[in-house]
């Protein structure tokens, strides 16, 4: 058992910390206020390479894999969950494609991805499929060598900024629950009948849109439909790697909530020292070093099960724990940070409220801690993890 990164797991982790440090850190609070997509750091993004990490060379990506995109999201997301997110991107959409899509819907859709020549986004939930996803109403119909699509998808992250989607759709009974029922495709922006509705006004992640997607007739080739009919395990499998992902997000917004409110009570004077010097201060401090330090034990093990192809049943347990993990402890520790600089972490003089608002979006995007939750006692009751 090894715990050191690889030299070049370690060269990357480093050139993204000073990136994200000199670069994304001072465009947060400037994102955040104008909500406004930040061309500038997605094109640093392209020209640094990190639009590929997690694609193979063979698709024009560096091949770092899922736990090479974890580190670069960690060090982004200690300043900026938007910027991280749109990192995430490049694999959330992707990923039904890497897992069972043909070499020309890869080399057609997947390739541009890497090369930042184009960008993508996952539709999955609708208005009233959220967590239910078997409950969907937009529809496949086959009409002649075509499949028509018609629905709406919503809160779909990067929905504006996308050229294509990966949607999921009832090919089967409009009223079945069975898997076999949902297939995935892959729908490009210019086609007729696609268009952006409404985006949502949300409470934070400012700047990558989220909103819905109208499909409206939309006649998709069949050369379009990601693996077989009735591929809906597809959608579980491409969320179940994607969960260190999002565990990345969540333990780079808890070390940099955590930092920030370290070095702000090591100068701030209170009673006649350092708000530092107090105990009770320090022990929240070593409180949330430890269990950042857990979750991201958590979350690497993840990504390398990940990037192994254990995303299977009976390895959504410990990918679940990370999310769940590591999400919740973002949502805690922005809290308790927020909560050391008093009346000045309420405050837009510093990120802390920024972070605090960033936070909860975790604990609810591809799968609600309650999800997580679920899915790691089933684990359990199913002996997927045991301990004898």
């Known amino acids: 058992m090894d715990f050191d990164l690889s030299p070049e797991l370690a060269e990357l982790q480093a050139s993204v910390r000073k990136l994200a440090r000199e670069r994304v850190a001072p465009r947060a609070r400037g994102i955040d206020t104008t909500e406004e997509y930040p061309q500038d750091l997605f094109d640093l993004f392209v020209a640094s390479g990190l639009t590929g990490l997690c694609i193979p060379e063979s698709l024009g990506g560096s091949g770092a894999g899922i736990f090479g995109l974890v580190l670069a999201i960690e060090e982004v997301a200690k300043y900026s969950n938007a910027a991280a997110l749109m990192l995430l991107l490049t694999r959330l959409p992707a990923g039904p494609l890497l897992i069972a899509g043909t070499p020309e819907l890869q080399e057609q859709y997947v390739r541009p991805i890497a090369t930042g020549e184009q960008r993508a986004a996952f539709g999955l939930s609708e208005p009233q499929a959220g967590s239910d996803v078997m409950g969907m109403r937009t529809r496949a119909e086959a009409d002649g060598s075509d499949w028509v699509l018609t629905g709406t998808k919503c809160w779909m992250s990067g929905v504006s900024q996308a050229d294509w ?65 009735g591929g809906f395990r597809l959608a579980m499998l491409g969320l179940n790697a994607m969960r260190p992902v999002v565990a990345a997000r969540g333990i780079g917004l808890a070390e940099g909530a955590l930092m920030y409110a370290v070095d702000y009570v090591q100068e701030r004077a209170a009673f006649g020292k350092h708000i530092a010097d107090f105990q009770g201060i320090q022990w929240k401090i070593a409180e949330m070093a430890a269990e950042i330090e857990a979750a991201r034990l958590l979350t690497y093990r993840s990504a390398w099960l990940a990037d192994r192809g254990q995303y299977t049943k009976e390895w959504v347990p410990f990918l679940s724990m990370a999310k769940y993990y590591a999400t919740e402890l973002a949502v805690k520790v922005s809290g308790e940070a927020l909560q050391m600089l008093g009346a000045a972490g309420y405050m837009e003089d510093h990120p802390l409220e920024l972070f605090y608002r960033d936070a909860k979006q975790l604990t609810i995007v591809e799968g609600t801690t309650q999800v997580q939750l679920g899915l790691i006692a089933r684990g359990v009751l199913d002996h997927d993890l045991w301990w004898d």
């Open 165 to 229: 989607y990966c949607v999921f759709a009832k090919t089967g009974a409009p009223d079945s629950r069975a898997h076999d029922s949902v297939s995935a495709f892959i729908v490009e922006r210019s086609w007729p009948g696609v268009s952006v509705g409404r985006t949502d006004r949300k409470m934070g992640v400012k700047g990558v849109d989220t909103g819905e997607l109208i499909l409206d007739g939309v006649r998709v080739p069949k050369g379009n439909i990601v693996g077989e009919v």
